[in-house]
């Protein structure tokens, strides 16, 4: 059922598949629901947006102990990235926001792309400390083949800072990581300084890991 997307290309994202013109490999039951998906997220991620796996068998030779296996796909149209347009926003601009965007107009629409740039704008309003926000993004397709997207924005009120708290430190004292420690009670959260935090105790060289938990209290901070 593919026409312009290579087989090959799809097989290739498979665990079940042939390794090589020499070399086969076990078939693994517990991969190939996954195996299905991963052919069709493809398929999403070059365009084709509409993309779905339509039937799926196996045909299995026992005098040579070789199993066939036959996808059959319905590809789809090509799409392409249209118009972003964002309303909602106040505390930051549409133009700063589209500049987070990791497409362009006639981009060929990539699921990839489309995601990757929906988490940079929650990652845009992390930074300034809207943990809340909440972003309803919706795709209008026009001339067939072209998808807008509108993105519009709650960006709710700012959270900050109750407590930091330190656990599972035996290497030093307290005092000694809160020196470094650039997130401080009472500041408004900012997603960019507790980067920094982190980096900045693990440069001490006292820790194998420093993860951050992040802990919401019933009045947003």
Request: glycine share 4%; no cysteine; hydrophobic share 35%.
């Amino acid at each position: 059922g593919n026409k312009r997307v290579e087989a090959k290309d799809l097989s290739g994202k498979m665990r079940n598949r042939k390794r090589g013109l020499m070399k086969s490999s076990d078939f693994a039951q517990d991969k190939y629901a996954e195996d299905l998906e991963k052919v069709i997220a493809e398929l999403h991620k070059r365009g084709y947006v509409d993309a779905y796996l339509i039937d799926d068998s196996m045909h299995i030779d026992s005098s040579i102990n070789r199993m066939t296996i036959f996808l059959d796909i319905y590809e789809g149209p090509l799409y392409y990235f249209g118009e972003a347009t964002i309303k909602g926003n106040e505390k930051l601009n549409a133009d700063y926001l589209k500049s987070k965007l990791k497409y362009k107009p006639f981009d060929v629409f990539s699921s990839e792309s489309y995601e990757e740039s929906l988490y940079e704008l929650y990652t845009a309003y992390q930074d300034i400390g809207h943990l809340h926000v909440r972003i309803q993004d919706e795709k209008t397709t026009k001339s067939d083949s072209v998808i807008d997207i509108n993105y519009d924005i709650s960006e709710g009120l700012p959270s900050h800072i109750n407590l930091v708290k330190i656990v599972g430190n035996t290497k030093t004292k307290d005092k000694v990581i809160r020196r470094e420690i650039s997130v401080l009670p009472e500041q408004v959260f900012n997603r960019a300084l507790l980067i920094r935090s982190v980096r900045d105790i693990m440069a001490l060289n006292y820790f194998a890991n420093v993860q951050p938990d992040l802990v919401d209290l019933p009045s947003g901070d």
